[in-house]
């Protein structure tokens, strides 16, 4: 049998070693100040054993990868009518993309795109005032990750807010639409604050094992979402979780996963492995270069893929 620790090794390795390292994310200032030599790599397995290499305990702005939490939470509270709002096509466009919102008249492509998450974060908004929204986006993680340490890193918060233009037209164009249930400001409250929440590798592995385990978190034995659901998700993370990357990275490596422009990306490999993997710097779509690059080789050698060896 393969060892995984071993293999995760010679990757942190390869990756310590590597020269071209993408580039950090610039529009983001607090994010443009992370230092691109970082790596880290955490499986998760389903009998809660975690597996790192590198600097799988270093937390990181999960950004992005937070979608796949808040769309489990809102599929909880509004199960199918949710796709009354988003729907869940490729979009082939970039992640912050305005152009398909007009043609489809404000409902966003898929929950992973910005505008998808940030229809999602106004469903989650529901009933509550950002605050406490954004505190059951926060416990939710903790819950899963089976980690009450976790928290959101507000300098990147505050960050993204004083430069979030770009999302803010996207949520004012969604709500000229009549498609929007709350005011523009409380929602982007909300969808800055989850993107903002900082994991290490070891806490985000964990947190995504119950999509590995149809829908049960082993850890603290919780049916998180249903087994369909998971596998649901699993399909849409497949389809849209890199953006315009989607179908290179389901080339690549041939599992679902979610990234996010600080670097990080959450793999699933279905009844095997929950894999986090951080490295900073991004490629011109904006996905971690080299954790595509790592998550490739993990694919390869445990032959995870989900379209065989
Ligand atoms: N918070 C980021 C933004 O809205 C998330 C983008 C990402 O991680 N791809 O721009």
């Given at each position: 049998m393969t060892d995984l620790q071993q293999v995760l090794d010679?990757?942190?390795?390869?990756?310590?070693?590597a020269a071209d390292r993408g580039v950090v994310a610039q529009y983001i200032p607090e994010l443009a100040k992370v230092d691109p030599r970082q790596f880290g790599i955490a499986v998760a397995l389903p009998d809660g054993q975690v597996v790192c290499a590198g600097d799988?305990?270093?937390?990181?702005?999960?950004?992005?990868?937070?979608?796949?939490?808040?769309?489990?939470?809102?599929?909880?509270?509004?199960?199918?009518?949710?796709?009354?709002?988003?729907?869940?096509?490729?979009?082939?466009?970039?992640?912050?993309?305005?152009?398909?919102?007009?043609?489809?008249?404000?409902?966003?492509?898929?929950?992973?795109i910005n505008a998808g998450a940030i229809a999602i974060a106004d469903l989650v908004?529901?009933?509550?005032q950002p605050r406490e929204a954004i505190g059951e986006i926060v416990r939710f993680i903790r819950h899963l990750a089976d980690d009450?340490?976790?928290?959101?890193?507000?300098r990147v918060a505050r960050s993204e807010t004083e430069?979030?233009?770009?999302?803010?037209?996207l949520a004012h164009f969604m709500r000229s639409f009549g498609r929007f249930s709350?005011?523009?400001?409380h929602v982007l409250g909300v969808y800055f604050h989850q993107c903002a929440i900082a994991m290490t590798c070891h806490q985000l592995a964990r947190a995504g094992l119950f999509l590995a385990s149809q829908g049960q978190n082993p850890l603290t034995g919780t049916?998180?979402?249903?087994?369909?659901?998971?596998?649901?998700i699993n399909a849409i993370m497949l389809?849209?979780?890199?953006?315009?990357?989607?179908?290179?990275?389901?080339?690549r490596v041939g599992l679902p996963g979610k990234s996010g422009v600080g670097g990080g990306i959450l793999a699933i490999a279905p009844g095997k492995a929950s894999i986090a993997v951080w490295s900073p710097g991004l490629d011109t779509v904006g996905n971690s270069k080299l954790g595509t690059a790592a998550l490739e080789q993990l694919a390869k050698r445990m032959e995870w893929s989900v379209f065989g060896a």
């Open positions: 010679e990757i942190a390795l390869d990756a310590a070693m799988a305990e270093t937390a990181f702005s999960i950004q992005s990868v937070s979608k796949v939490f808040t769309l489990s939470m809102a599929l909880g509270k509004y199960g199918d009518s949710l796709w009354s709002r988003v729907g869940r096509e490729p979009s082939g466009d970039p992640f912050n993309s305005i152009v398909q919102l007009e043609q489809e008249k404000g409902r966003p492509r898929n929950p992973f908004l529901s009933g509550h009450d340490s976790i928290r959101i890193d507000e430069h979030g233009d770009r999302n803010a037209s709350h005011q523009v400001d049916q998180v979402v249903p087994p369909q659901r998971a596998r649901r389809m849209c979780g890199h953006y315009d990357g989607s179908g290179e990275f389901a080339y």
